[in-house]
């Protein structure tokens, strides 16, 4: 049986690998073509990711990028043979901060004088539909199945508090936080919010639901009142949402395809992904900007994209791509697009010391948060020239979290004891057998109290403030985008494109100048994927390794089958746990 299985892995990954390599030949040796009229069609029933895609990853079916709808976007509005716009909308697979990037586009788009068509078979279904409605409502037809629900019902937020667990299993949190906003560690030493937490998640709450309903209600031309009373009988049925005024039409996606291709005569649909490959990057002529992403848990070592688990912002990859954009002489300036709740406190140091470097050899950087740059992510920000964030982006968290979990009554339980010899006063201190001993916690206390010093000090520096500012606006308190602007932590409210204008600036361009917008380090061709592909890397290969170290599994498991058959250091943002 097991035999069975591992030749079954074996073939599948051999027609994979077979699928693959036929689709780079067509897609070689093929050279598609546009048609004279088209509306653009998008789907965003799936997440967009941060970060550039790939070819492969295109072709084996992973997300869309933001980056590569906003370039589409802005692409099509300039082409005469786009007339329109056709996008798919579900539940809230889009960040908040993200669906405010893309309103605007698709406004800029409007202005162009194309048209924007939403449906969806409801919003939210079965769950919240928040900034998938904030984003289509930016449309100037909104469509929504029968029997479908308008799934606004407004933001919420559940941290977990895992104490009583822990003190259950024996386990004892030993960690320090740094000051009182800085909540990461109370999800595991408290029960409840602290007061300072709880006014803390009141007031992005607060900020977020007022972006939120204003957005709302200039896109439908609804008072916010009215809004806020729909957003307070949410969901809505159809009929409900329809006499709110808060859609146009309901009816099925083939009739709201209909409709939209109607109102360009003669005109085709075309997937927005399929339009930019062949129409080309909107951003593609004039002086270079690098693109550099800081996306994921902010680490040592390479970035990671893996199959399962968090992507991973390593320094070392982003600083390489840093000191291949400066040592590139056709490379200008740097966009350095940051979307990361922090990680260690080293690696940003050596990413914001790279970046820096930088701007001392002459190339501007502006910095593009995402969804969210708090913590180590705004650590990294502040050697940026300027800083531009989304008015709903969590950003901020200014201070540091460190410490272990001291599992020794764990072991206990289990009737495990270890004893333990030791050769220095503070040798064994990162043990997680057992808690700090009163030099190993003031050891800790030192390493704590200098990170966050440190972080005042360069946020002093970066933002022009004297030491007693930066401490008021820091205390580990999180921030939305619009409220850090008022109090001096960024500089402009906008997304990637509001940034590429500043970059365009500081290099003496007007700001709708021409530029060409490379990633760095730059994608791999299709050719080169495929290459790793059949050489033992990648996603695949790595796919099956991770599927061949089961093996040694099921070879203990075969036995009970036959049977049943018979018979360390971080700057961190803490969890907000804002619902979808």
Do not use: C
Request: net charge negative; hydrophobic share 45%.
């Amino acid at each position: 049986m097991l035999r069975f299985f591992v030749r079954l892995f074996a073939f599948i990954g051999f027609l994979i690998v077979a699928l693959v390599v036929a689709g780079v030949v067509v897609a070689v040796r093929y050279k598609p073509t546009l048609p004279d009229t088209m509306v653009l069609e998008l789907d965003l029933t799936e997440p967009l990711s941060e970060g550039a895609t790939d070819a492969l990853g295109g072709f084996l079916g992973h997300e869309a990028s933001l980056r590569d709808v906003l370039d589409a976007l802005e692409r099509g509005r300039r082409d005469p043979r786009v007339k329109g716009l056709l996008v798919r909308f579900g539940s809230d697979r889009l960040g908040f901060a993200q669906a405010q990037e893309l309103r605007a586009a698709v406004s800029r788009f409007r202005d162009s004088g194309r048209f924007a068509v939403a449906y969806a078979e409801g919003f939210g279904e079965g769950g919240a539909g928040n900034r998938a409605y904030l984003l289509a409502s930016a449309f100037d037809e909104v469509w929504m199945q029968p029997l479908g629900l308008l799934g606004v019902t407004g933001l919420s937020a559940q941290v977990p508090f895992a104490r009583a667990a822990l003190d259950q299993l024996g386990v004892d949190p030993q960690l320090m936080q740094r000051e009182e906003y800085k909540s990461f560690a109370e999800t595991f030493t408290r029960t409840d919010f602290t007061p300072a937490h709880r006014e803390m998640m009141e007031a992005l709450l607060r900020n977020l639901t007022d972006q939120m309903v204003n957005g709302i209600a200039a896109s439908r031309r609804l008072a916010p009142a009215a809004v806020r009373a729909a957003i307070d009988r949410s969901p809505l049925l159809d009929r409900e949402a329809l006499e709110a005024k808060l859609i146009d039409r309901i009816g099925y996606a083939d009739e709201a395809k209909d409709a939209a291709l109607r109102r360009a005569t003669g005109a085709e649909l075309v997937d927005l992904a399929d339009y930019r490959s062949i129409a080309g990057p909107a951003n593609s002529s004039g002086p270079t900007v690098a693109l550099i992403h800081a996306v994921g848990t902010i680490t040592g070592g390479k970035s990671e994209r893996p199959g399962l688990g968090d992507v991973t912002a390593g320094s070392e990859t982003i600083v390489e791509a840093i000191e291949e954009a400066v040592e590139d002489p056709d490379v200008r300036a740097i966009l350095f697009r940051i979307d990361s709740g922090g990680g260690s406190v080293s690696a940003s140091e050596a990413i914001r010391r790279a970046l820096v470097k930088a701007r001392e050899k002459g190339k501007p950087v502006i910095a593009s948060m995402g969804d969210t740059a708090a913590s180590g992510g705004y650590w990294i920000a502040l050697a940026a020239d300027k800083i531009v964030a989304s008015p709903a982006t969590l950003t901020g968290s200014i201070g540091v979290v460190a410490g272990k979990m001291a599992a020794g009554g764990l072991s206990e339980k289990l009737g495990v004891h270890w004893g333990e010899v030791k050769a220095s006063r503070n040798a064994g201190m990162w043990s997680p057998l057992r808690p700090f001993s009163a030099s190993e916690e003031e050891r800790m206390t030192a390493i704590i109290d200098r990170s966050y010093a440190t972080f005042l000090e360069r946020v002093a520096e970066a933002r022009r403030m004297s030491p007693e500012q930066a401490r008021e606006v820091a205390k580990g308190r999180v921030w939305t985008g619009e409220q850090a602007r008022e109090i001096g932590l960024v500089d402009a409210l906008g997304g990637e494109d509001e940034a590429l204008s500043l970059a365009r600036q500081a290099i003496g361009l007007a700001a709708d100048a021409a530029v060409t917008l490379t990633p760095y380090p730059p994608p791999k061709s299709l050719l080169e994927q495929v290459a790793e592909l059949m050489s033992g890397r990648g996603e695949l290969v790595e796919a099956a390794a991770a599927m061949a170290e089961l093996r040694p599994l099921l070879a203990r498991l075969a036995p009970l089958v036959d049977a049943a058959r018979s018979g360390g250091l971080q700057t961190v943002m803490p969890p907000v746990g804002l619902s979808r």
